[in-house]
């Protein structure tokens, strides 16, 4: 069905935009205007601004308590960080634009997109997802002094992350490492969204997307993948036996993905990459004190230690912006955690117990209200919104937001989601 206003159209371009800029942003930054690759660091928040200024004017922005209460948090936030925090209105402009411009560009794509759009940009997803799986096999195997493997601004340190047995984890075409992560742990969802409805996508895309999520999991070098695959995994066991229908197309992706493991064992590539992924995630388990110490300091994000310090802070906090690389290399001039490195810490350390908490709580409430809502699409036999759940729960609960492309990626996936939860437009 063709739109029937021309803004529709362009607002729909802008989410596109949005789209590609989130994924291609680490590409300008490194390799085609390393010059000015601190400007391109904000390059998504024009378009964030424009889509929700736009759905105001045109009367079609929800105010809702999250959005009103996030957009009071920015403005109160600026306020006491300039008054009694840290002082610095660029830092605090920085840590605000999270709560005025990106949580309501949220709504606005939801807004914007119906499920058709959702689908297609699943199917983008899996058409990319082999020439990113070629560019971090190129990552991986080549010296940091590489091209390919250039930093942000043209450093020639390189962007890759860590050293186990000599390999650095790879970024792909973002600016860090967790780039590369988020990006293939949307291809997840959408790669077990189009094995549940294979007659509505390219059946060499799925397969090719489907062998590319297999190899990058070692290649990434991150627990973090592999744990989000794992999620979404069982998130697709139980729509099997939630819904009964959907075992056959459950045991048929089954059945593809341990021969995908079967034939790529046999390549040395694959061997290599899951010897070092192996190593990495036997030495962190073993510093990080086990698979408890993972689960609960990575997917917990210290949740218990931020509440339970936050007594000893400022009431109002030590100022928006504070805990991001920008607010500590602007108030610094290094790269440093001056507040907490885990989402929950960072956000009670910039705004104080009160604001924090209450910002948490709103974060966590709208988190459960989507996966309420996607619980009643699934009983529905509507599988799409449970499954992009699967990942929007987390970057929605508690998803590092002071980190410009997982901001993005919370912010894009978070719209996909509340799109989801439509009805497909007609044909």
Request: hydrophobic content about 55%; charged content about 10%; aromatic content about 14%.
């Amino acid at each position: 069905m063709s739109r029937q206003k021309p803004k529709s159209v362009w607002l729909l371009r802008g989410v596109w935009a949005y789209f590609i800029l989130l994924i291609f942003e680490g590409a300008l930054r490194k390799w085609v205007l390393p010059e000015i690759a601190s400007p391109l660091l904000v390059i998504r928040d024009p378009i964030a601004l424009w889509l929700v200024l736009r759905l105001i004017l045109q009367k079609k922005f929800p105010f809702t308590s999250f959005t009103i209460g996030s957009i009071a948090v920015g403005i109160i936030g600026t306020i006491t960080a300039i008054i009694i925090g840290h002082g610095n209105l660029t830092v605090a402009l920085f840590g605000a634009r999270i709560f005025l411009i990106h949580i309501p560009a949220l709504y606005a794509i939801g807004i914007i997109l119906n499920k058709n759009d959702v689908e297609n940009m699943g199917k983008v997803l899996l058409w990319l997802t082999a020439p990113m799986v070629m560019l971090v096999i190129f990552q991986f195997y080549s010296p940091q002094s590489a091209w390919v493997n250039r930093g942000v601004g043209g450093d020639l340190a390189g962007a890759g992350f860590g050293n186990v047995l000599g390999y650095s984890r790879p970024p792909g075409v973002f600016s860090f490492a967790n780039g590369n992560t988020l990006f293939f742990s949307l291809v997840c969802c959408f790669v077990f969204y189009f094995w549940f409805n294979t007659k509505s996508v390219n059946k060499l895309a799925l397969i090719t997307a489907t062998v590319g999520l297999v190899v990058a999991i070692p290649l990434s070098i991150s627990r973090t993948l592999l744990f989000q695959v794992v999620i979404t995994g069982i998130f697709s066991l139980f729509i099997g036996f939630r819904k009964p229908r959907f075992i056959t197309h459950l045991i048929i992706g089954t059945l593809v993905f341990g021969l995908l493991l079967f034939i790529l064992n046999s390549t040395n590539l694959f061997k290599l990459s899951t010897e070092v992924f192996v190593t990495r995630f036997t030495d962190a388990n073993e510093s990080e004190g086990g698979l408890e110490g993972v689960f609960i300091d990575r997917f917990l994000g210290g949740m218990y230690n931020a509440l339970v310090n936050s007594t000893d802070l400022p009431f109002f906090g030590y100022g928006l912006g504070l805990g991001s690389n920008v607010g500590s290399q602007l108030l610094t001039g290094q790269r440093t955690f001056l507040v907490a490195e885990q989402e929950w810490g960072r956000i009670i350390g910039e705004l104080g117990a009160l604001l924090g908490i209450f910002v948490i709580f709103l974060r966590v409430l709208f988190a459960f209200k989507l996966a309420i809502l996607s619980y009643k699409k699934l009983q529905k036999d509507d599988v799409l919104p449970w499954l992009i759940l699967s990942l929007g729960f987390l970057l929605i609960a508690q998803g590092q937001w002071a980190q410009p492309t997982s901001l993005g990626f919370s912010v894009f996936v978070g719209g996909l989601l509340l799109a989801s939860l439509k009805k497909k437009a007609n044909n």
